[in-house]
């Protein structure tokens, strides 16, 4: 079983949809969690951190669940520079853990 | 401007060739990564280093070699045991806030076998 795992996607969703990304950890000692944006060839950019009681930060939410192991990502009024891949992230005793990415287009 | 500078933007290695990557940082900040991304993949980790003159290895330091002289270096060296060496590699730094880590990366270099 994979430390993080996430949907690969593709994602493909028209401007203005609402999308949703899950992520689930297997270290219950995970002390912080992150979703990273990562345009085609580009370095991972931090989007935001995920704190216990969520957090919203204009069109992204991000929610945590401790008790089911699970991160999420909500876009609402999706642009079309929103697509990217997204990558869950996990910290646990200064361990970082990527998931491999969920990969979303945003189409016209 | 600070940040997080990797150098070259792309290399190419031939068969038994040791060539290394660079890192550089003014973010003044004390911890250094180095991962690898391949495509399908979540990063990995190759080395890391807390403090000067200290690193350990990551889950797949097999292959790789790296100093930590100064704060804002971080050399990472891919020599020719390291046989899978195609990947687009990135140079991370992290700051400790409010007992969380955060990790802010380098624009990578894409390492090519001849």
């Known amino acids: 079983r994979k430390e993080v795992e996430q949907d690969p996607g593709p994602f493909n969703v028209p401007e203005g949809a609402t999308v949703a990304f899950n992520c689930t950890y297997s270290?219950?000692?995970?002390?912080?969690f992150f979703w990273y944006r990562q345009d085609c060839r580009k370095e991972p950019k931090l989007l935001m951190s995920?704190?216990?009681s969520g957090n919203e930060d204009g069109r992204f939410t991000a929610q945590l669940n401790r008790a089911s192991q699970y991160i999420s990502l909500l876009i609402r009024d999706s642009k079309l520079s929103d697509s990217a891949t997204y990558l869950c992230v996990v910290n646990a005793a200064a361990d970082m853990r990527f998931g491999a990415g969920t990969r979303l287009t945003v189409k016209p | 401007d600070g940040g997080i500078t990797q150098s070259p933007k792309y290399l190419f290695r031939k068969e038994g060739q040791n060539v290394t990557l660079s890192c550089e940082q003014n973010?003044?900040?004390?911890?250094m990564y180095w991962y690898r991304q391949d495509p399908g993949q979540g990063l990995r980790l190759i080395y890391y280093?807390?403090?000067?003159?200290?690193?350990q290895k990551g889950d797949i330091a097999e292959g790789y070699s790296v100093s930590r002289e100064k704060k804002e270096s971080f050399p990472l060296t891919v020599t020719s045991a390291q046989k899978n060496p195609t990947a687009f590699y990135l140079c991370?730094?992290?700051?400790?806030?409010?007992?969380?880590?955060?990790?802010?990366f380098g624009p990578g270099t894409r390492l090519l076998v001849l």
């Open positions: 973010l003044n900040h004390d911890a």
């Open positions: 270290n219950s000692a995970s002390q912080s």
């Open positions: 280093s807390q403090i000067v003159n200290d690193f």
């Open positions: 995920v704190y216990s």
């Open positions: 991370a730094s992290s700051i400790r806030d409010r007992a969380q880590e955060t990790q802010y």
